[in-house]
């Protein structure tokens, strides 16, 4: 099975310019044959948490129509998608979640990131269960950026049968996590790792794109390369 983890720079506070940069992002990895997209943390409207918690309509349910465009690429190209926005709750606060696009451009998964970090904690809520999903028979793990220094995530994934962890984040250049956690998650648990970060100025700071996937060694299959809009692909024996 070939995946994908794509990097660019958000428009700040822009869902349906975003939504439309996903789409061709989608119809690009598919071409090449990539059956799985996952897309950095915040990827509908940039690492803007301030904007966010303020401006509601930037808030996405799950059957926003917003996403027409992400659910036809989906369906049309027979890919899924892994987008990961500020998502509506039964609360007064949004989470920070992936919603998981399916082939035929239905929901097959949504996972609210479990651990916030910095000022997300006064601004977002909070998940409480593991993000899973299968495709064509292989399990999938989600986990959201400082979801992964925790390394009981994967561990539950391996445990639960996952044979991929797909991580949306964004990452800033000073951080360490490309070297002393994405490979080391993979390779402690025998999973193959996709990490999607993102490139550009944000709140979190000026971020240095990286994107890639790891195989269950550990060792890097993918990488998108640094500060430039593209794509890791890899094809994963599975």
Sequence with gaps: MKTAAAQFAPAPGDVEANVHLVSRLIRTASGEGARVVVFPELALTGYELRLIAKDPSLWVAEDDPRLGPVRDACRERGTAAVVNCAARTDGE????TSLVIGPGGELLARY??????G???????????DGRFTLDGVRFALATCYDNRFPELAERARTDNCQV??????LDAENDSFETVYPVRARDNGLYVLLSNVVGHN?????????????PDGAVLADAGAAAPGLAIADLSL
């Design 93 to 96: 606060r949004p989470a920070i």
């Design 203 to 215: 709140e979190a700071g000026d971020c240095r794109g990286g994107s890639a996937i790891w195989g």
């Design 165 to 170: 962890y797909l991580a949306s984040s964004v």
């Design 112 to 117: 609210d990131k479990r651990h916030l970090h």
């Design 119 to 129: 000022d997300e904690l006064d601004l977002f809520t909070a998940g409480g269960t």
